[in-house]
């Protein structure tokens, strides 16, 4: 069963001519999976509409920030009621205030946060932060965590770049690349190992504590926590990348779940709500220094938008309840095993990694730690596997360097119906 896909061939067509790729942003291009991307005409709850008139089971969920679901009638209500009263004004809000102080509530090391409007600026941000702080210029990152597309972020960052076989981007400027350490993630010795030779010329490190961009890779036990140590030792500001696993290894993010105080955090996202929002945040010391408090600067027109405002208070509000969780974490549950049962069943040798409501099968029989790990699975049977879940109605990212994410919304039977998919691609490829 081929899927009909002539309006979104056409489409693809079109935007070609006039947009690199035919997309704004590479991975969805579907270079490594092969074939059209779909061109989408609307979605709801789990569910994601091309424009042919296909429905799928979503698991891509905007990449991330889809957590309640897509147009959850909160969410597009209070939307609609806050543009009635104006879309941005360039001043502070009241809303600005209060979704900062949830999100503190929540992320208890970020005492003082400013709002952005993407994860790339919030990561951009705190790392200037950290400069601007420590007096330093290098940063440490590790292999396959991706945050962000600044330069002097792009070396060695996961998914899009690993995909597309670009270890670090043309148009980063040498000077900047060589301020970027890029160790392998999950290897305290060599984290260790820089810092004796060059720890007091670091201003900071920057990790995804769990990787989400180059599938689901979990931090070792001690790993976290040896970062920490360390860091602390040579006075090099750590920082939680957590615009991915933000609310979505649980509440409180991976700090919560790992019990580690990073002195900065950046976030997106989820707390956008659908809308483009990023924040940087971090301890009192290093966030005074940012402007009009400090001499480090950063800005944005429009930035706290009062539309991108509401819709991160909205998801929050639901995220907040104490059911919510519990509810996501079930619904997770299922799908592991579900996923599971079905390549055992298939007879194929696959690794499925989970953190909260974010996932990864990879095609492999070796564990995953670090983005070589990953890059040694068989990506050929992920693409394979991709194909044949999208032509039974499930949507899965068009990579299989990337995690695949849980909403709300997601049933039991939509669960069944994947598992079921699950089962007849296992044995397909
Ligand atoms: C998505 C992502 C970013 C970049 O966020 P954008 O909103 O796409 O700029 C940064 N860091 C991590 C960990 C991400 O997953």
Redesign the pocket.
């Known amino acids: 069963m081929a899927l009909k896909l002539k309006k979104s061939k056409e489409l693809f067509r079109k935007a070609k001519r006039i947009i690199p790729g035919g997309v704004n942003?590479p991975v969805r291009a579907f270079k490594s999976v092969g074939g059209t991307p779909l061109f989408i005409s609307s979605a709801k709850g789990s569910k994601i509409y091309d424009v042919d008139r296909n429905e799928y089971i979503d698991y891509v969920l905007s990449?991330?920030p889809m957590i309640l679901g897509h147009s959850h009638p909160r969410i597009v209500n209070a939307l609609k009621k806050a543009a009635e009263k104006g879309t941005s004004f360039g001043a502070p809000t009241p809303l600005e205030v209060e979704l900062a102080g949830m999100v503190r509530k929540a992320y208890p090391s970020m005492e003082i946060m400013r709002m952005v409007n993407?994860?790339?600026?919030?990561?951009m941000s705190a790392i200037r932060a950290a400069r601007g702080f420590t007096g330093r210029d290098r940063i440490v990152k590790f292999e396959g965590?991706?945050?962000?597309?600044a330069d002097g972020l792009l070396v060695k960052a996961g998914s899009g770049a690993a995909t597309f076989g670009v270890p670090t981007s043309p148009g980063v400027p040498r000077d900047y690349a060589r301020n970027t350490i890029t160790l392998p993630f999950n290897d305290l010795k060599a984290f260790r190992k820089i810092c004796d030779k060059t720890g007091k010329n670091i201003a900071c490190v920057i990790i995804?504590p769990v990787v989400?961009?180059s599938g689901c890779i979990l931090p070792m036990p001690g790993y976290l926590e040896g970062l920490r140590k360390i860091t602390k030792k040579y006075g090099i500001v750590l920082i939680f990348?957590?615009?991915?696993?933000g609310f979505r290894v649980s509440y409180g993010g991976a700090q919560k779940v790992f019990k580690i105080k990073p002195d900065m955090t950046?976030l997106?996202?989820v707390i956008g709500g659908g809308l483009?929002v990023?924040a940087y945040g971090g301890n009192r010391e290093i966030m005074s220094r940012i402007a009009p408090d400090g001499p480090v600067y950063q800005a944005g027109t429009l930035s706290g938008n009062p539309l991108a405002m509401t819709a991160g208070i909205e998801t929050l509000k639901i995220l907040s309840r104490p059911e919510t969780y519990k509810k996501l974490m079930a619904k997770s549950e299922a799908l592991e095993e579900a996923m599971k049962k079905a390549a055992a069943r298939a007879g194929v040798k696959t690794k499925f990694y989970r953190a909260g409501t974010m996932f990864c099968t990879y095609f492999t029989d070796k564990e995953v730690h670090n983005f070589t790990d990953a890059s040694k699975t068989d990506m050929a049977a992920f693409a394979r596997f991709f194909r044949s879940m999208l032509e039974k109605g499930v949507n899965l990212a068009p990579s299989g360097y990337e995690a695949g994410f849980i909403s709300l919304a997601h049933s039991q039977a939509d669960i069944n119906k994947t598992a079921r998919a699950a089962y007849q691609s296992f044995k397909d490829i």
Request: charged share 20%; proline share 4%; with cysteine.
């Open positions: 942003s990449w991330g993407s994860g790339t600026e919030a990561t965590c991706y945050h962000g597309h995804e989400g961009n990348d957590e615009v991915m696993t950046c997106g996202k483009p990023g």
